[in-house]
C-alpha cells in the first residue's frame, strides 16, 4: 500500500512539475525582433540569453532587404525591428505612412573616407573624383564628413539631408559620383575617396582595411544611430522597454558588436 501511495505521490509531483514548467513557458514575454544580416542581427541572437533571464523569450526573423522589415512590424507580424537609424526611418514614414516610432537605440555605425590611393586628406589633389551614396539619407550623412573633413562646406550647415546641390563651398573642386549604397567599397579603386560604412570591409573579409579611413564620423553623428523600431502606439509598451534595456546593459551584446567591427572602437558607438 506505501508503495502504491508513493508512485501516486511520485506521479502527482512530476505531473505538478510539468505543468508548472508548461506554466512558466507561457508567462514568458515572446518578443519577435526584424533584422538584417551582420553587427545588427549578431547582436540580437548574443542578448537572447540574458533576455531569457529576464523572463524575454526573444525570436530573432532576419529580412535581406530594407523594405520587408518596417512592414513587418507595421503589419504587428513583428514587435520591433533593428536595422535603421532615425534618418531612413523618417524617409519611409514620409513615404509610405507607417506609424512607426524609436523605442531605444542600439548601435551607431561610423562611416569613413577611404582612399586606396592617399595617405591623408591634404594628399588629395584638386578634382578629386569622390563616391558617395545616391540614397537622400546617406547622401547626406556623406556630405556632412566631407564637409567635418574640411573639403567643402554645405549650405544646410549640419542639417541632415543635404544633396550635392547644397554644396556651396568646393575649394578642390572635389568631382561626385553618386553610387548605389552597397557597391561603394567596389567603387575604391576607380576613384580617389569613397564615402562609405567600415561595417562593409569587415563584411568582405578585409577588417584591417575597415580601420585605415582618412577620417571617421563619430558619436556627434547620433542622428544616425540605429535603434529599435515598434509600432507607434506600442512605443511606451513595457515589455518592448524592459528588451531594450536589456540589450544596452548586455555584456554579450557589447562583445558581439565589438567582434563585428574588428574590435576597433573608431568604426562604432554605443549611442545609449
Given amino acids: 500500500m506505501t508503495n502504491k501511495i508513493n508512485r501516486r505521490v511520485v506521479a502527482a509531483i512530476a505531473a505538478a512539475a510539468m505543468l508548472g514548467g508548461w506554466q512558466l513557458a507561457q508567462a514568458a514575454d515572446k518578443i519577435r525582433v526584424a533584422s538584417t544580416p551582420g553587427a545588427t542581427a549578431d547582436?540580437?541572437?548574443?542578448?537572447?540569453?540574458?533576455?531569457?533571464?529576464?523572463?524575454?523569450?526573444?525570436?530573432?526573423?532576419e529580412f535581406t532587404d530594407w523594405t520587408v522589415p518596417n512592414e513587418a512590424v507595421n503589419n504587428g507580424d513583428v514587435d520591433l525591428n533593428f536595422f535603421q537609424h532615425q534618418a531612413f526611418l523618417n524617409n519611409v514614414i514620409k513615404e509610405r505612412g507607417y506609424q512607426l516610432k524609436f523605442v531605444g537605440l542600439g548601435l551607431l555605425q561610423n562611416i569613413g573616407i577611404y582612399s586606396e590611393r592617399y595617405q591623408s586628406l591634404a594628399d588629395v589633389p584638386p578634382k578629386a573624383k569622390v563616391a558617395i551614396a545616391n540614397d537622400p539619407v546617406n547622401q547626406g550623412r556623406g556630405l556632412a564628413l566631407l564637409q567635418k573633413a574640411g573639403l567643402i562646406r554645405l549650405r544646410t550647415g549640419d542639417a541632415p539631408g543635404a544633396t550635392v546641390a547644397d554644396v556651396t563651398d568646393n575649394p578642390k573642386q572635389l568631382r561626385f559620383y553618386e553610387v548605389e549604397g552597397p557597391q561603394l567599397i567596389r567603387s575604391l579603386p576607380d576613384v580617389d575617396l569613397a564615402v562609405l560604412w567600415p561595417s562593409y570591409f569587415v563584411s568582405a573579409g578585409k577588417k584591417e582595411q575597415a580601420s585605415k579611413a582618412l577620417a571617421y564620423s563619430g558619436i556627434a553623428d547620433r542622428f544616425y544611430a540605429m535603434g529599435f523600431v515598434s509600432q507607434a502606439s506600442r512605443a511606451d509598451d513595457p515589455k518592448l522597454r524592459k528588451f531594450v534595456q536589456v540589450f544596452q546593459n548586455s555584456a554579450a551584446v557589447k562583445q558581439a558588436i565589438s567582434q563585428q567591427f574588428n574590435n576597433d572602437p573608431k568604426l562604432y558607438t554605443l549611442p545609449w
Fill in 43 to 61: 547582436a540580437i541572437k548574443a542578448v537572447i540569453a540574458d533576455a531569457k533571464s529576464q523572463g524575454l523569450d526573444v525570436e530573432l526573423v
